[in-house]
């Protein structure tokens, strides 16, 4: 299965843009690019996915590179609310559901 | 309102029992999962299901077992062969198996083992 690599953490000032790197140098041409975050003691929250276009939803926006082996997550106006871990993972549309969630960026937010 | 619903959110169990863990769900998804996370560690996968009487195994599989009777449901053993088993149990379901959608989540049931 094709890996993702992450920062394990990160910082950033409240009310400020975040970006959040993935890279998944060996990613196929079936996969599809997803983000999840987790606040503690809860489940995972879908955030955004995407294949090879940007994205934008109410949550956030996710800039795929032109050769698909990197992406970053884009929180526009972080809050406190934002700091959790984030997960960027790779989805085959071909049935491999072994999903693998790494460590994933744990995002702290500073007042 | 539609969701995964997870039971017990809190478990404890003596070493050697065997404990079972309650997921359902009424989002009429064709696909659920087992993850397991420990402290400060990432998701793995346990057992997934695709259709109802059909499931796989995941990285992680030795010491659990699953059943899938019916689609809401998707109920995870924990046995005694399982070394480690306290950890937090998470489970998840999505509409279709194949395709590249959107992983829903229960708020989960932490296992601690006495």
């Known amino acids: 299965d094709a890996k993702t690599t992450q920062p394990n953490s990160m910082e950033s000032n409240e009310e400020e843009p975040v970006h959040l790197p993935c890279n998944h140098s060996?990613?196929?041409?079936?996969?599809?690019i997803h983000w999840y975050r987790q606040l503690p003691s809860q489940g995972p929250e879908y955030v955004i996915h995407g294949l090879t276009s940007n994205v934008n939803n109410r949550m956030a926006s996710l800039a795929i590179a032109e050769d698909r082996k990197s992406s970053t997550l884009i929180l526009h106006r972080a809050t406190l609310r934002d700091a959790a871990v984030y997960y960027c993972?790779?989805?085959?549309?071909?049935?491999?559901?072994?999903?693998?969630f790494g460590t994933g960026t744990r995002l702290t937010i500073i007042p | 309102d539609g969701g995964i619903t997870q039971s017990p959110k809190y478990l404890f169990r003596k070493e050697g029992q065997n404990v079972t863990l309650s997921c359902e769900q009424n989002l009429n998804h064709d696909a659920m999962y087992w993850y397991r996370q420990d402290p400060g560690q990432g998701l793995r996968l346990i057992y997934y299901s695709q259709i109802v009487n059909d499931f796989q195994k995941g990285d992680i599989a030795e010491g659990y077992s699953v059943s899938r009777e019916k689609k809401e449901s998707f109920p995870l053993t924990v046995t005694s062969a399982q070394k480690n088993p306290t950890a937090f149990y998470l489970c998840?379901?999505?509409?279709?198996?194949?395709?590249?959608?959107?992983?829903?989540f229960g708020e989960g049931s932490r296992l601690t083992v006495l």
């Open positions: 993972i790779l989805k085959s549309n071909f049935g491999n559901e072994k999903l693998t």
């Open positions: 998840a379901s999505s509409l279709d198996g194949i395709i590249a959608g959107e992983l829903f």
């Open positions: 060996t990613i196929s041409g079936t996969d599809y």
